[in-house]
């Protein structure tokens, strides 16, 4: 699995992940980093498990590059504030969620940050992604639609004692 920077072609694609329109992924990829997981279509898929709709497994999506045809198996997208990277998206396969916490936890370990995200209590493949990760749940976090979150840190992201198993 290959991790790369978004492009805005790749919105609808990430969106349809996601569940959002794509003007929302679109404002996501000019406002912040955006990295995807991708493989080439004929290439191996591992884990179609995403942390949309529990119990769900659908297939990672498939669509035209300039070059090639590529499945994406998921997203991260992250911001720098001045005290911590936050993570305001993170989609996608079991893998790929592993897979794609590096790139904001490889930014904050330069910066000397700790890394937190957001993320509703149903989305138990991504929670326990993040607990495996060495995120540790440190409260409530705020109500989207109604709907109540879990806060997420990472406080120490160099620390040795992340759990890559998951990661290939």
Request: proline share 7%; net charge negative.
């Amino acid at each position: 699995m290959n991790v790369r920077t978004a492009r805005e072609s790749d919105a609808a694609a990430l969106a349809s992940l996601a569940d959002v329109p794509a003007s929302v992924i679109r404002t996501q990829i000019h406002d912040r980093t955006v990295r995807v997981a991708v493989e080439p279509s004929d290439g191996p898929t591992d884990d179609r498990t995403t942390g949309r709709r529990e119990g769900a497994t659908p297939s990672p999506v498939e669509f035209e590059t300039e070059s090639s045809r590529e499945s994406v198996h998921g997203f991260v997208s992250f911001d720098a504030g001045r005290t911590s990277v936050f993570v305001t998206s993170l989609w996608g396969s079991t893998q790929a969620i592993h897979r794609l916490l590096d790139e904001p936890i490889s930014f904050a370990t330069v910066e000397s940050m700790p890394v937190e995200t957001v993320v509703s209590p149903d989305r138990t493949s991504c929670i326990e992604a993040l607990l495996a990760t060495g995120f540790e749940a440190v409260g409530d976090g705020p109500a989207f639609d109604g709907e109540p979150t879990k806060r997420y840190r990472l406080a120490e992201p160099g620390d040795s004692t992340r759990n890559d198993s998951s990661s290939t």
